[in-house]
């Protein structure tokens, strides 16, 4: 599959959409946030993108994404996980949105990503994204929500240059895949988001890459890697292992402090309308954090990369 520019890292594998830690006073976790980075790299993940609804990107202030892009660029400089940095904006504000791309491409992104404006036409849509694109030479990814159609996902990629890749969320992805990569001569990279819950059969029928959040980005790598090296059926029990595993109640929202990449009672905000970001759940209690833990290292230790 052709999804790479020149001196660009591939669109291909686990990308997952990295979760915004904070203090008990609310504050962004910057020292947190760049162990998240670290721990991809460790971990051999493909790549790592924030801010996006997963990360509660818009309770972030102006200030916070700024400093929390300088800090993920920073932690992760050198390393082999391709940094993905999201440039929406509040409000749909397309000159803020130009200013997080050339921000993004002045630090040292890999390539932007960005939700499409709000309650837009598909010619609105699509402008948006002309402007985008243009504003830097980065790799663009666009995230489909609501109704955008294949006809505009297509027409957008032969009119922008560098439009690289689509993160699909509209209406039934397993059956948009074909077409999107057939219209697009297979130039385009599709990915997967929804929280991955179906990645076996992603993978059968040809997404590039999937978008779970950070957790267990190693071994939802560990399983695109068997697939695509023929080995699916060791791709399925790595996979069942990932599913497992989440079935513990709250056990996502616990991970990376059970992993020790976010410290103890890490705080969220949950992020209002459109679904996800954040976590709005009780306090765990110390027997459900101690299960999850011992579930991690009875299970799971084995197969951890990072």
Known sequence: MDTMTPAAKPFWGLFPIGQSPFTADDKLDLDSLAAEVKFCNRGGVAGFAW????????TLSEKERLDGVETILAAGKGGKTSLTIG???QGSDLAASIRYAKHAAKNGADAIISLPPEKASADAISDYYKAIGSATELPLVVQTIGDMSVDLIVQMFQQIPTMK????EVGDPLSRVSQIRERTNNKLAVFSGRGVRTMLDEMRRGFSGHCPTTGLSDLYQSAFDLWHAGKQKEAFDMFGRVLAFESIPNAGNYVLEARGVFKENTQSRKMPGMGGGG??????????KQFIHEALDTYLKPYLRA
């Open 279 to 288: 976590r709005d759940i009780p306090p765990l209690d110390a027997a459900q």
């Open 87 to 89: 440039v929406q904006s």
């Open 51 to 58: 801010p996006q609804i997963a990360s509660s990107w818009s």
């Open 165 to 168: 890749c689509v993160k699909d």
